[in-house]
Every structure is written in structure tokens, then in C-alpha cells.
């Protein structure tokens, strides 16, 4: 167990990472100047932005619960994986309830 929830706990950290970098992108004006939907751009910044602060306390709380011997470890390390699935869907809705079309949320 502790290997699974090393290998999902190094992920976790690419993956708030990744969303860090995302975060800080869409801080710029370039950046926001090339969303035509100020709908989706706030879907996304919401996602980047919880994503990190939701991985961390499920690792954190995951450890807790393994060494305390509970066996809600790996569910609690599934947790910001959900976060990602139902905010992906709700982007995707967001996306295609402004124009119809998914994936055009950015200028070309």
C-alpha cells in the first residue's frame, strides 16, 4: 500500500505543479486576453487553483490514515482525481453551453 500511495502522491505533486504553473499563466493579461469566454476562463482558473490546495490535504490526510492503520488511505488519495473529473466536466459544459462547440474558449 505504501508503494501505491508513494506513486500516486509523486503524481499528485506533478500534477498541483503543473496546475501552479497553469495558475500563475493565467495571471498574465496576455494570457487573459485570449479567452473569449470569461465563463470558462473562471472554470479553469477554479480548477487550477483548488487542485493543489485539494491534493495536498488528501496526501496529507491519506498518510495519516495509513499509519493510523484505517483503510480510507487510498480512497482519500483518489479524492483530487474526482476533483479533476467533475471539473473537467463542468468545463466541458461551460465550453459548450457559450458557443456550442467544445474547445473554443481560447483565441486561435
Known sequence: MAII??????FHIAVAL??????????SA???????????????????????????????SAWRALAAGD??????????????IVMGVVYAIVDYAEDGVIGNARKP
Open 18 to 27: 503543473a496546475c501552479v504553473a497553469a495558475a500563475v499563466r493565467l495571471l
Open 30 to 60: 496576455g494570457e487573459r486576453a485570449q479567452w473569449s469566454s470569461a465563463a470558462a476562463r473562471f472554470s479553469a482558473e477554479f480548477l487550477v487553483w483548488v487542485y493543489p490546495v485539494a491534493a495536498f490535504v488528501s496526501v496529507k
Open 71 to 84: 483503510h480510507a488511505a487510498m480512497p482519500l488519495m483518489l479524492l483530487p482525481i474526482g476533483w479533476l
Open 5 to 10: 500511495l508513494t506513486a500516486f502522491t509523486l
